[in-house]
Nanobody
C-alpha cells in the first residue's frame, strides 16, 4: 500500500539549493500526515517538515523559512524545496507517512508516530 522512495539528494555548496521528492503514496484516506525527517550520525531523528490532507504545513525552528514542503496530488508525490543550505543541514533525509491522522506540530518530535519510512537520501552541504 505504501512504499516510499526518495530522490533528489546530493552534494551542494553552502548557500545552495536542492529539491527532494518522495513517491509511493498509493492510498485513498483523507486522514494522513506526510513529511520529512533527517538523521545526522550520532544524533537522533529530527523532524523537519510535515504536510497533511488539509494542506497545513509544519516546520522545525531550525529550517523554517529555508525549507518548503509541498504535495502533488496528481503525481502523488511530496517535495521538499531547500534553499540557503548550510553544513548543519548535512544528513540523510527520510520521507515519512502516517495514515491515521492529520499532522500536529508535536509530530516533528515524534518519529514513532510514522509507520512508513523511505530508505533515505543523502544530502551533503560542504565547500
Amino acid at each position: 500500500q505504501v512504499h516510499l522512495v526518495e530522490s533528489g539528494g546530493g552534494s551542494v555548496q553552502p548557500g545552495g539549493s536542492l529539491i527532494l521528492s518522495c513517491a509511493g503514496f498509493q492510498f485513498t484516506t483523507t486522514r494522513y500526515c506526510l513529511g520529512w525527517f533527517r538523521r545526522v550520525p550520532g544524533r537522533g531523528r529530527e523532524g523537519v517538515a510535515l504536510i497533511d490532507y488539509d494542506g497545513d504545513e509544519y516546520y522545525s525552528k531550525s529550517v523554517k523559512g529555508r525549507l518548503t514542503i509541498s504535495q502533488d496530488n496528481i503525481k502523488k508525490t511530496v517535495n521538499l524545496r531547500m534553499v540557503s543550505l548550510s553544513p548543519e543541514d548535512t544528513a540523510v533525509y527520510y520521507c515519512v507517512a502516517d495514515l491515521r491522522s492529520l499532522c500536529a506540530q508535536y509530530y516533528l518530535s515524534e518519529p514513532d508516530q510514522f509507520a512508513y519510512w523511505g530508505q533515505g537520501t543523502q544530502v551533503t552541504v560542504s565547500s
